[in-house]
């Protein structure tokens, strides 16, 4: 778009202030926010009522923003999901070693996980799969010369150094980690967190148990079916498996750390779990509206801006405080994405190619309700030719450093680059690879289907006091009850940010071609055409 407004809208935010048109000091934005993350919404849980009160919120100002209903009903998708939640009472888990069984504790030895749905009992041997990943294209096998038939994968959540993120991000999620198990015979894994790598920390993942889990009800959209249990391991209680192997935790981690070959080995003892299930049913609803492009051509094609609305709910208290807001997570990016349309709208601005915006729900319970999306999208499939998701962008510091995740996997990460330097903001690939960020939320599902995409985030440079303002929010708040609307948040930064955000959308939505993934780029596979 308008170069000569980007320059006006650079040299705006360099000076501090943002309030002239095509800015904004961020608090709309915040009040947006603020809705979204209010306690009476307690925490949009996907299938909940505040879900949906925060549904139509967004749906009702994309209509006073003239945007163009684009779900099965109205500006609403509706996505049904079947519920899970173990009930521990009659669930149990042991280990046992020569004829003797010890028993485990939920919460504190390992949790029984939902998100693959548990055979009701199940009882095998164990193998350690170093980081229980095969990916043919970096010529790495972590079970090859491995008995691994009927048994349970033990493995420690990463990939090593020599993998690319992006690759290394792809093979440990779920469906692609499921697979490669299932080739080899396995039935189920036991995973156990680099300790270094823990973006909370184990009690909070502990009482995440709590939590009812969920599946997107349509059958064929089970990409774990068969698995018959996937159990998280507490870090610090790992060496119940390894006792009696020869090695210990700290061994295999310190491994994992200086980038050495994790061994592999048998472990001679038999895991053993009962499982009782409760199940249940829901509906949500995704919510798409569409910025029509005035090209007669162009127009057809659609960029779509992303982010999730959904949140964790009501759940476990932590310091008394029961109700998950989510205002980083993700009220944030769905207000970014009511920020953008706001203000297309009120500058008139025209795009060549079409706007759609997708706020999604079901993210917390697996990226379920972007996977429903762009399995099941209300615009042709192939007419999607970007996609920018912001997710959790944490704007707690000046906007200095962007981190673009999948940066350079397709010409969108030059698209970013070119609109960061306009403001003068710097970029940066992902900073973190161990964290998979890039599989962990809704841009994937669109990455599978072929859609060059990105995820925007705040970055910051390692060891600065930003890195640690950063560090502290996600230990303190990540998934808490206090990412709620009384945290310090930098509203100018968001401005800065929102307005970054709506120029790359529209410099994609104007440029000659549409985005491509890059020659080299293992997402290129799935490209439709
Ligand atoms: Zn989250």
Excluded: C
């Amino acid at each position: 778009m308008r170069a000569t407004s980007l320059i006006l809208v650079a040299a705006l935010i360099a000076a501090g202030t943002l309030l002239a048109a095509g800015a904004s000091d961020g608090t709309r934005w915040w009040s947006y926010v603020e809705y979204l993350a209010s306690d009476k919404l307690e925490g949009r849980n996907t299938g909940s009522e505040g879900h949906r009160r925060a549904a139509e919120y967004v749906a009702a100002q994309f209509a006073r923003d003239g945007l163009k209903p684009a779900g099965e009903s109205g500006y609403f998708q509706p996505v049904k999901f079947k519920t899970l939640q173990l009930d521990e009472t009659k669930s149990s888990l042991s280990l046992e070693s020569d004829g003797k069984e010890q028993a485990m504790k939920f919460g504190e030895d390992a949790n029984i996980g939902t998100r693959v749905d548990p055979a009701p009992s199940v009882e095998a041997g164990l193998v350690f799969v170093g980081y229980g990943l095969r990916a043919p294209e970096s010529n790495y096998d972590d079970f090859a010369g491995l008995d691994t038939k009927g048994k349970i994968a033990v493995y420690i959540s990463g990939a090593p150094a020599s993998m690319p993120s992006a690759l290394a991000a792809h093979y440990q999620s779920s469906g692609q980690r499921w697979a490669a198990l299932q080739s080899v015979g396995m039935i189920g894994a036991v995973a156990i967190a680099n300790p270094h790598h823990m973006d909370v920390p184990w009690p909070r993942v502990a009482s995440s148990r709590f939590q009812m889990t969920m599946a997107l009800a349509a059958p064929k959209m089970d990409e774990t079916a068969g698995e018959q249990i996937a159990i998280a391991w507490n870090p610090a209680h790992a060496d119940e498996l390894f006792a009696g192997t020869g090695h210990t935790f700290d061994e295999l981690v310190a491994a994992a750390e200086s980038g050495k070959q994790l061994p592999r080995f048998a472990i001679s003892k038999k895991l053993k779990a009962k499982t009782s299930v409760k199940r249940g049913e829901v509906e949500s609803q995704n919510i798409a509206a569409i910025f029509p492009g005035s090209d007669p051509k162009l127009k057809s094609e659609y960029v779509v801006m992303s982010a999730h609305i959904d949140h964790l709910g009501v759940s476990t208290p932590i310091n008394g405080d029961t109700i998950y807001n989510g205002a980083m997570d993700n009220a944030a990016g769905v207000a970014s994405m009511m920020e953008v349309a706001d203000h297309l709208k009120e500058a008139s601005v025209k795009t060549k190619r079409s706007i759609l915006f997708v706020a999604v729900t079901g993210e917390e319970k697996s990226l379920l309700g972007s996977r429903y999306y762009a399995t099941n999208p209300t615009v042709p499939a192939a007419s999607m030719v970007a996609d920018i998701n912001t997710d959790m962008y944490l704007p707690l510091y000046p906007l200095k450093i962007l981190s673009v995740y999948g940066l350079d996997e397709s010409t969108l990460g030059d698209d970013a680059r070119t609109i960061a330097k306009q403001m003068e903001i710097r970029v940066q690939a992902d900073p973190e690879p161990a964290r998979n960020i890039f599989i962990r939320s809704d841009q994937y599902n669109f990455t599978r289907r072929g859609v060059p995409s990105v995820m925007l985030e705040f970055g910051n440079e390692k060891g600065s006091p930003e890195a640690a303002t950063e560090k502290k929010w996600l230990t303190e708040r990540y998934h808490a009850p206090s990412d709620d609307v009384n945290q310090p948040v930098d509203k100018q930064a968001a401005a800065a940010f929102n307005v970054l955000i709506e120029h790359l959308i529209e410099h994609v939505a104007d440029a000659d071609a549409k985005p491509a993934w890059k020659p080299n780029s293992f997402f290129r596979r799935y490209a439709m055409n």
